[in-house]
C-alpha cells in the first residue's frame, strides 16, 4: 500500500515511521536505524508499506471493575 511518512521518530538504535495510508488511515512501522538510514526516511515521502503485524486498537473498550 502506499504511504506517506507524516513524521520519523529516533527510539535508540529503532527509529518509528508514523504513516498515512491513501484512505487516510495512520499506521506506523519501526524499523531498525539501519534500515530507516537505507531508506532515507523523511517526512512528506511517499514509501510502499506491507504489514508483517497487525495490531488494532479501538477507544470502545472499557477497563475491567476492579470492585
Same mark, same amino acid.
Given at each position: $500500500?502506499?504511504? $506517506?511518512? =507524516?513524521? *520519523? *521518530?529516533? !527510539?535508540?538504535? #529503532?527509529?518509528?515511521? #508514523?504513516?498515512?495510508?491513501?484512505?487516510?488511515?495512520?499506521?506506523?512501522?519501526?524499523?531498525?536505524?539501519? #534500515?530507516? #538510514?537505507? !531508506? =532515507? !526516511?523523511?517526512?512528506?515521502?511517499?514509501?510502499?508499506?506491507?504489514?508483517?503485524?497487525?495490531?488494532?486498537?479501538?477507544?470502545?473498550?472499557?477497563?475491567?471493575?476492579?470492585?
Amino acid at each position: $500500500m502506499e504511504a $506517506m511518512v =507524516e513524521r *520519523v *521518530v529516533h !527510539l535508540g538504535f #529503532e527509529v518509528r515511521a #508514523e504513516l498515512v495510508l491513501d484512505d487516510g488511515r495512520r499506521v506506523s512501522a519501526q524499523v531498525t536505524r539501519d #534500515e530507516a #538510514e537505507a !531508506l =532515507e !526516511l523523511h517526512d512528506g515521502q511517499i514509501v510502499f508499506v506491507r504489514a508483517s503485524r497487525t495490531h488494532v486498537f479501538s477507544g470502545a473498550a472499557k477497563p475491567p471493575d476492579r470492585s
